[in-house]
């Protein structure tokens, strides 16, 4: 008993020691991004990416083979990838079967050898069906869109995980191979540089391109279908092509055609543009953005529909500035977005400003941020309205001739000024509420015998004054008016968010106007340079300024990145006491 005791004792203890060592082995299966954890996987280091992708003739389906060289960084007896619903039926590493698991969104790869710390290898993977995903955090994650132009595939902040595996992080930048297979009628198009077209004998033609710099996942983008091509003269020795979807508005077509003043411009205000290529590909559908995929900027024609050239412009703008920040120098993890937002925001602003000067004016930074402050303040969409502004609102169509009573009337002046109000105004207003109600345009003329020069109001207020009026309001997504510091993006924060597009343009605005031209425009450029083809977060800019311009720049910075509310802005005449919530009475 004595011994069989201690063998049993001995067998559990040596499958304890073996379990561990293997648990020790195997590759984590997210990287800990803070705002979406299932994300990426650890273990190794992508290298680069061929993928050959056949699609049907309807394009709702795909024969694909990807293969991933990678470096092991520990040793690994199995590791992951990113991958959705698609069905696997071939995987080999080092020209070896291996196990596999799925469990959407992961994929578990066991080679038939331990892969050594510091150990290149390489992994194919055969697979097929409808892209997709069971994850319901990535339910809005990018688009795999069809349209009557035909298939758009975009992956921010993170798609490429439903049609090919990958380790879809941005931390863990490679190179790409693309091949494109479908109907030969069909334009088949990939960013990066053009390699080669083949017509082959079934009717297909296959079309290949090739990333050759690092570049994360969500820069990749594909269009399939009845795309046209149109070439610009180059700017430098980038070579431009765009690719327009039918219905590309004239507006559209001439801020596209703004590609080569842009690259020049950040080119000489920023590093040289970093890639051999630029351009532009339209998308006949109404995605609501645009997206900055690596020199091949991807732009919705609903954008283009109004005649706001301006406007359409300054988005073209915007993502080419994400060549430089996003593309080249990329962030680490999604906390650190205003790298690539605020970065874009402000120079796509810049830009506009010098471009359309006689048109917009010479104070057009300025008055942006100017007007957008209200709002950064109080961490909320907020309106700024005078008196006159706030009467003549009221009195609109959109309120309607509903009359409200006494206890509708006190809380729709309770709402508006934010409690401001004094108490006797509002009694005295209450008190005239005859027992039919008051309509808005009757609270319109009481509001406009008060005493007070504007008030700001939240654009969430605002509805629910509409609501009260009986009309109907548009649903929004829960949290659809905050505006974080851009900086302080956590788990549940949408990283798109205002605050941190403009507020974090404004961040570089105040650097600006506090350590001069010359020294800030050449601060983007060492950064740049210092950074190429790597990753960053907000605390290497941090580090940075503060290593280049001083602990004041730096702290001034971490204030408009982190501070709740936004600083006052000295320079601009701006001071966080005055745009609080409510109205000025006398």
Do not use: C
Not at 329 to 355: C, I, P, Q, W
Not at 530 to 535: I, L, Q, Y
């Amino acid at each position: 008993m004595k011994l069989l005791t201690k063998l049993l004792a001995t067998t559990l203890f040596s499958s304890l020691m073996l379990t561990t060592a293997l648990a020790q082995t195997a590759g984590s299966d997210s990287l800990g991004d803070s705002l979406y954890s299932f994300m990426g996987n650890g273990g190794y280091d992508a290298l680069d990416y061929t993928i050959d992708l056949r699609f049907s003739p309807d394009k709702t389906t795909l024969v694909g083979t990807t293969t991933m060289e990678a470096t092991a960084t520990q040793d690994l007896s199995s590791f992951n990838l990113d991958f959705g619903s698609m069905t696997v039926s071939n995987v080999v590493v080092n020209g070896a079967a291996a196990r596999f698991a799925q469990a959407d969104p992961e994929m578990t790869i066991s080679p038939s050898t331990t892969l050594k710390k510091g150990e290149k290898f390489k992994v194919s993977i055969v697979y097929s069906g409808k892209p997709g995903t069971k994850l319901g955090a990535a339910a809005n994650f990018g688009q795999w869109l069809l349209s009557p132009a035909g298939l758009t595939v975009l992956a921010e902040p993170s798609l490429m995980f439903t049609w090919s595996p990958v380790n879809e992080h941005p931390s863990d930048k490679a190179t790409f191979s693309l091949k494109l297979t479908s109907d030969k009628k069909d334009t088949a198009v990939a960013n990066g540089e053009f390699i080669s077209r083949t017509e082959n004998t079934d009717g297909t033609a296959s079309s290949s391109y090739r990333i050759a710099t690092p570049t994360s996942t969500y820069f990749v983008v594909m269009v399939v279908g009845n795309w046209k091509l149109e070439e610009e003269p180059k700017a430098g020795n980038v070579r431009i092509r765009h690719y327009f979807a039918p219905g590309t508005s004239d507006v559209m077509r001439k801020a596209i055609a703004e590609t080569g003043n842009i690259i020049t411009f950040y080119s000489k205000l920023l590093t040289p543009y970093p890639f051999t290529e630029a351009g532009a590909v339209t998308s006949d559908n109404d995605l609501g953005f645009a997206l900055e995929t690596q020199s091949l900027i991807s732009m919705p024609t609903s954008f283009g529909q109004g005649e706001d050239l301006i406007f359409t412009t300054e988005v073209v703008a915007h993502e080419y500035a994400h060549q430089w920040f996003g593309a080249l120098v990329t962030f680490k993890n999604h906390e650190d977005m205003f790298m690539h937002e605020g970065f874009a925001e402000y120079l796509g602003t810049v830009y506009t400003a010098s471009r359309f000067a006689n048109q917009v004016g010479k104070t057009y930074l300025d008055d942006n941020f100017e007007n957008f402050y209200p709002t950064a303040v109080n961490g909320r969409f907020v309106s700024v309205r005078t008196r006159a502004e706030l009467v003549a609102g009221l009195r609109s169509n959109r309120f309607g001739s509903k009359k409200l009573n006494a206890t509708e009337i006190s809380q729709a002046l309770d709402s508006m000024f934010n409690g401001t109000l004094p108490v006797t105004a509002r009694e005295k207003i209450v008190a005239k509420v005859p027992s039919s109600g008051l309509s808005f345009v009757q609270l319109a003329d009481e509001i406009n015998a008060l005493e007070f020069t504007r008030v700001i109001i939240s654009s969430k207020t605002q509805l629910q004054l509409i609501a009260l009026s009986g009309a109907r309001v548009p649903s929004r997504p829960e949290n659809w008016d905050v505006v974080t510091p851009p900086g302080k993006v956590k788990a549940g924060d949408d990283p798109f968010n205002a605050g941190v597009y403009q507020r974090g343009a404004m961040t570089l605005h105040a650097l600006r106007a506090k350590i001069g031209e010359d020294a800030f425009w050449k601060l983007l450029r060492d950064f740049l340079e210092k950074n190429k083809f790597s990753n960053v977060s907000n605390k290497d800019w941090l580090d940075f300024v503060e290593a280049n311009v001083g602990k004041e720049a730096r702290t001034l910075q971490e204030r408009w990145l982190f501070d709740n509310v936004a600083p006052d802005f000295p320079e601009l005449g701006l001071k966080a006491a005055d745009f609080k919530l409510g109205a000025d009475f006398k």
